[in-house]
């Protein structure tokens, strides 16, 4: 089976640490992506990743930064965090563009910024 | 861009059925249909590409039509297990994997 590991469940930071989420993925796949989701917003994007190095911002990349150094690895970095940033984190991983199998999710890391 | 989920919410009785439905007011390259249970991580359903092609996942089937740039979601004979959030997904440039999801629908069948 695929695995989308995120290294927290639950986190609580406070306002103006630097804070950072952790993904690993262990299926090769080309493709990852972060998404934050609050109640009644759905899913947001907000960075992802068609290869190592690579990023791109997604649609609220504000507060956030990305790191892929290495294939299996996204890591997602809140420079300072703020309570507006309290939320459940998704990462996500899929074989690459064009492909029929969709996204692959972690369990999600629930982040609560006092 | 973020697809439009129609209704919000509904319950159900098991054995009913219910359709979702999702709209974009931009050209689609495909439709993307996730669940999420309470407490887990969204599943990949299936995904419709451009052609109007209709899938079958067990009782769930979804159907695209691109000239509308909308689909739906079909459960027919709705189970228990059905219960949870429903997310369409769409990408709307090109096949570049970038989806941008819909706000859900939450769906809870009652026995």
């Known amino acids: 089976d695929v695995k989308v590991t995120q290294s927290s469940r639950y986190l609580v930071k406070r306002t103006g640490e630097k804070v950072f989420l952790e993904c690993v993925q262990d299926m090769d796949h080309e493709n990852m992506f972060w998404y934050r989701q609050d109640p009644g917003l759905g899913l947001r994007l907000i960075y992802f990743?068609?290869?190592?190095?690579?990023?791109e911002k997604g649609d609220i990349p504000e507060g956030y930064s990305v790191s892929r150094e290495k294939k299996e690895r996204f890591s997602l970095i809140l420079e300072s965090a703020s309570t507006n940033q309290t939320s459940m984190y998704l990462c996500?991983?899929?074989?690459?563009?064009?492909?029929?199998?969709?996204?692959?999710f972690g369990s999600g890391t629930r982040l609560t910024v006092v | 861009q973020q697809p439009v989920q129609s209704p919000q919410a509904v319950i159900l009785r098991e054995g009913e059925d219910a359709v979702i439905n999702c709209s974009s007011s931009k050209a689609l390259y495909s439709v993307h249909w996730y669940r999420q249970k309470h407490g887990e991580a969204p599943v990949f359903l299936m995904i419709l590409l451009k052609g109007g092609e209709q899938k079958g996942h067990e009782k769930i089937s979804a159907s695209f039509n691109e000239k509308k740039q909308q689909s739906s979601l079909y459960l027919t004979a709705s189970q228990l297990s059905y219960s949870g959030t429903y997310f369409c997904?769409?990408?709307?440039?090109?096949?570049?994997?970038?989806?941008?999801f819909g706000k859900g629908t939450r769906l809870h069948i009652l026995p």
């Open positions: 996500a991983s899929s074989p690459g563009q064009g492909a029929y199998y969709g996204y692959t």
């Open positions: 997904g769409t990408e709307i440039i090109r096949r570049d994997d970038k989806i941008i």
């Open positions: 990743s068609y290869d190592v190095k690579m990023k």
